[in-house]
């Protein structure tokens, strides 16, 4: 079975006891954050190597690493092969780092995109149009309603109601 499969068999189980999920979920945060503080210490240090190298590297299990490779993956530059990854498989995380910082916006992980190295990366006005950015793209307008006899908006020049709003 691959590491992914492994690792989402144990974080999404749904059977485990809730208690021990939020205990588990509170402690991978934890080492999914150091991480993240070395990777934003330099952030243009290409780090490359195995999923078990990497796992050592940052004290994790090869497991926990399989999580932070799939939660990282969408804010690489080159996404790496997550689907079938196993211990020794070449992986990257070489990340963009708008893309991650959004990410993190996105993701509602506010311990991780206020970590203090983002302010060495990007100044205070980039992080707030990022962060805006990144909060309008979730958001829908709505148009205002177009009445029945109302001109249709496609441009005919019919009321709405003999044109698009058959």
Excluded at 12 to 21: D, P
Excluded at 53 to 72: H, P, Q, R, V
Excluded at 109 to 116: C, G, K, S, T, V
Aim: net charge negative; with cysteine.
């Amino acid at each position: 079975m691959a590491l992914l499969q492994e690792w989402q068999k144990i974080a999404y189980n749904e059977k485990t006891n809730k208690g021990e999920l939020q205990r588990f979920w509170q402690n991978y945060f934890l080492l999914e954050k150091s991480v993240y503080e070395k990777l934003l210490t330099n952030p243009d240090e290409k780090v490359e190597g195995t999923v078990k190298e990497l796992a050592e590297k940052y004290g994790l299990s090869t497991l926990e690493m399989a999580g932070f490779l799939d939660g990282i993956n969408d804010s690489l530059v080159t996404p790496n092969p997550i689907e079938e990854m196993e211990e020794d498989t070449k992986v990257s995380l070489a990340f963009d780092k708008e893309k991650l910082y959004k990410n993190m916006v996105d993701a509602k992980a506010d311990w991780l995109y206020e970590l203090p190295m983002w302010d060495e990366i990007f100044d205070a006005e980039t992080k707030k149009a990022l962060y805006l950015e990144q909060k309008k793209s979730g958001t829908v307008i709505v148009g205002k309603k177009v009445g029945r006899n109302d001109p249709c908006p496609c441009g005919s020049g019919k009321k709405y109601k003999f044109c698009c709003g058959k």
